[in-house]
């Protein structure tokens, strides 16, 4: 039985959006919807750095370029981005409480990729949401590429969940594929 929807896909080829779009059409669909998204900062016309977004509107920073990280605090890179783990968790992990919650309960995780890897709390609470049978999550991974992502791997392995994978081609006729699997999973 499908349980659970991926969307992966090269970056900044829309996956967020479609998420959101997503919620959007489930607003009058009596579905209970929480989670989070990753929001691009730019400047001037460049990116500088990411900040995660709860449903609700809380946000906090996920990443910056070239960020001094204080006195104590270990630093996790991905690339030119410096990881802000302590306050992706203090946004993240408490949305998690919300999992399961209703009788048609969608969590919404966008995303799972190398930066929130680096908090072991994060990979717990997803391990814990998708073996939870009154949650479907709607996620977002990577595409394969490099060293494979443990988390990632199982996600793509699950016989109850269905990964789509998006392309600047599909990315506009894709949507109504990924509500049936969406709607699906909330039966």
Not at 4 to 26: A, M, N, Y
Not at 48 to 59: A, C, I, K, P, Y
Not at 91 to 107: I, W
Not at 140 to 161: H, N, S
Request: charged residues 25%; proline residues 4%.
């Amino acid at each position: 039985m499908l349980k659970h929807v991926f969307l992966t896909g090269s970056p900044g080829v829309g996956k967020t959006t479609l998420v959101q779009e997503v919620c959007k059409s489930l607003v009058s669909a009596d579905v209970s919807v929480h989670g989070f998204y990753t929001e691009e900062l730019r400047e001037r016309g460049k990116r500088v750095g990411f900040d995660v977004v709860s449903l609700t509107g809380e946000r906090g920073p996920l990443s910056r370029v070239g960020t001094d990280i204080p006195a104590g605090r270990r630093e996790y890179r991905v690339g030119q981005y410096v990881v802000d783990l302590p306050s992706f968790e203090n946004v993240v992990l408490p949305l998690f409480q919300n999992v399961g919650k209703g009788s048609r309960s969608l969590f919404i995780i966008d995303e799972i990729g190398k930066m929130e890897l680096f908090s072991q709390a994060f990979i717990r609470a997803v391990r814990q949401a998708l073996d939870n049978s009154a949650c479907s999550i709607l996620g977002t991974i990577p595409v394969p590429k490099g060293k494979p992502l443990g988390l990632v791997e199982e996600i793509r392995a699950r016989k109850d969940a269905k990964v789509f994978i998006v392309t600047r081609e599909n990315r506009d006729t894709i949507i109504s594929e990924i509500l049936v699997a969406v709607k699906e999973c909330l039966k």
